[in-house]
């Protein structure tokens, strides 16, 4: 890496000159699409006379068939078929923008595409409206970034350390993660408990990351694997939905001399570009709380069409967070284990404190949860300390799945609180002010791998994050009484309002409405006949006098009706009879329906005889209602109780400070 902090350092000045129309973090805009531009320009340098020739020649061929044959002839992954190049478009400065443009449309398709998303015509039209453009250009062309003297590795890093930069600059670092929180995953993804198989000479495997951002998580990935095995090839893919990002990452790939075709640009949760693909290793911090009802059909009819042939086979999340999504997502990426592939795959994630308990039992979310540990999915879980990253202060963790754990681990899910293994910056940058070192990676990653129960380490079996929520009923007692307060109340009852309505149109409808009305008035007038003081405590012994009564009367009454009347004429009442639906099953309360979470490792019955029945002896279970959840809550796990101060201590330290306060007050007043 010779010079290589030079050469940024040069870069990261050229951003000065745009002070003034650019605020600082928008100075990326121009100096990144322009970094990119030099290095292409640099690289296709030595063979572009023999492009401009071989355009010529095979003038009368289509774009795409022509491609592939200039390509090797630029001995690259793309070619510039334009007159111009830096050197050129400074020896016209009067038409600087038309020669950019001309410049830029020559390059090949891939290229091309990385331009237009970082909406680089934009820029050129404010650069010439400030008289910056040709300045700009003239300042890039002074830096050489031919592949003698700067290699695609070093490429890479300048760039990545201009991303970085800029990113860090801008108001909430957006689309970026901070590198050391990529290494600490990266070292957690790829700690496997067969290390040779990294070790393979000439390995070469896969790594997907579905909200590729710039790729940042890709190329750390990459230099791991690297310093494990030089030999090892990372083949990185990804997708990202934000155009100026899909541009940067689409173009460290190239700039690097590799294939960008396997970066795309989308909506991975409802516009997936690797449907069929497979990947070894997929790594992803996905965005927080995003809000998917805008897109939920694609995905809701994904789930309910395809169910598990699809990707979201397990549930759906609320609409208002789509975290446990983009994690379905990935786990549909996964390699199956078989003879051919027996290492499976691992995947690690960034989501915040939400997928870890939101949701009750039978929700979208707890499905989700049960659906991964009871799959044995979930290896584990890492805390992050707060304020890691430039956007967001909140709670973070890493969750680490495979769907080929360790012996050891198998049936285990292991909890690292990792929250207090952090150093504070010396400057915040948006709500970043803590960092990790990498000795705390390097210890956070030990307690990890040791798998030993400690302080910072909990190890649990995957049922003890389950439940079963059970809905405990108790009976309905109503007592009954007849008198004018109560019979009041039936005429608000809407069966009983209803016999006075009709769905008929014309005569027909008014006849029946006035039939409605003659029988409202029988029945009131017989319910009035039994108006006493007596009060009746069994529904089944009251029903049977109403209808006797009803007989009696010769009216007919429908059971819309009579239930009206009923609850007209009821109230709740402890020392009552049970209601009963039959002559074996009690009506349960609605108003003192509860639930209680049961333990998986818990008998349901002796629990329910332990805790319920000593308190409500006349409750039951509706074990047609019984759902089972789970959740994590990683903070209880953890918790420390601190002994509260008492109040001598408090009161001796207030004098004090009266004290301390006075003694000051006597200087200021003198």
Known sequence: MINF??????IWSIAEILRGPYKPEDYGKVVLPLAVLRRFD????STKEEILASTEKFASMNEEAREPILNRVAKQNFHNISKYDFNKLLSDSDNIADNLRDYINGFSKTARDIMDHFDFDRQIDKLETNNLLYLTIKRFSEIDLHPEVVSNVEMGYIFEELIRRFNENAEAGDHYTPREVIRLMTHLLFLHDDASILA???????LYDC???????GSVAQEYLSSVNSSAHLE???????????????ADILIKGADAKNIRLGNTLSNDQFPY??????????PYGVDWKSYQKPIVDEHEKQGFNGRFGPGTPRTSDGQLLFLLHLLSKMKPVTAENPQGSRLAIIMNGSPLFTGDAGSGESEIRKYVLENDLVEGIVALPNDLFYNTGIATYIWILTNNKAPLRKGKVELVNAVDFYRKMKKSMGSKRNEITEEQINRIVSLYGDFQEGEYVKIFDNEDLG????TVERPLRLNFQVNEERIARITEEKGFMNLATSKKKGEAGLKEIEAGKELQTQIINVLRSLVSNELYKNREAFTKILKDAFKEAGITVGAPVLK?????????????????????????DTDLRDTENVPLKENVHEYFEREVIPHIPDAWIDKSKTKIGYEIPFTRHFYKYTALRSSTEIMEEIRMLEAEIAEQLKKVMG
């Open 5 to 10: 902090q030079d050469k940024v350092s040069f």
């Open 564 to 588: 009206a009347i009923l609850n007209g004429l009821s109230e709740k009442d402890e020392t009552a009879d049970p209601c009963m639906k039959n002559k074996t099953e009690m009506e349960p």
């Open 211 to 217: 909200a590729a951002g710039t790729g940042g998580m």
């Open 236 to 250: 990185f893919f990804g997708q990202e939905i934000n155009g100026e990002s899909y541009a940067i990452c689409k």
């Open 42 to 45: 640099c690289v296709l340098d």
């Open 200 to 206: 393979k000479p000439g390995l070469t495997q896969t």
């Open 277 to 286: 693909d497979k990947f070894d290793y997929l790594i992803s911090n996905p």
């Open 467 to 470: 439940y079963a929520k059970i």
